[in-house]
């Protein structure tokens, strides 16, 4: 199965600046089925990007994603109180699905 | 509104079964992928099953053999049966629906039932 490996395990910020958060595959990814994911806490999930880049409903766009083959990023821009959560990255282009191990964003 | 409910979660011993379960509102599940996702306290998120909308089924190596996901569309609801239940098995157990393909990433979460399994 392919591993996911997110970096770092923890990033400390304040609201305002950026945030560029990596997720690396064990093999490429078919088709960039890359999606993040953002999980505040005592709360389920919330799928924010699919695709590698395509924002799903709802999601601001001061979340982007990016990369391909076995590098993504999600990048945080002018970052909002309520943006800091654990954040997910899962590849879905091969069976079975597989997730990150998560990215802690704290505020500093 | 498109809601998932789980429910059926609790605390048993090693080697016991439970059965979940996960009722969905305004939508259908009988036209959708769905599947089970499982986070352990303070873990990240791991895949555990699906069942297709031709009712094929797939299950990570880690519950093959014990845990059959099945559905009823007539109640619209979602189930996972788990026996054989080991202490690793802990977590949080969420329903979710597959966003369109039979691989894919997850677009409506439940908010989750809490299985524990202990002596």
Known sequence: EIVMTQSP???SLSPGESATLSCRASQSVNHNHLAWYQQKRGQAPRLLIFGA???STGTPDRFSGS???????????RLEPE???VFYCQQYGASPTTFGQGTRLEIK | EEQLVESGGGLIRPGGSLRLSCAASGLSVSIYHMS?????PGKGLEWVSVTYTGENTNYADSVKGRFTISRDNSKNTLYL????LRVEDTAMYYCVRNQLLENDCFNLWGQGTMVTVSS
């Not at chain 1, 990369?67 to 821009?77: A, E």
């Open chain 1, 67 to 77: 990369g391909s083959g076995t590098d993504f990023t999600l990048t945080i821009s």
């Open chain 1, 83 to 85: 943006d800091f959560a």
């Open chain 2, 36 to 40: 089970w996702v499982r986070q352990a």
């Open chain 1, 53 to 55: 880049s395509i924002r």
């Open chain 2, 81 to 84: 049966q788990m026996s054989s």
């Open chain 1, 9 to 11: 395990g923890t990033l």
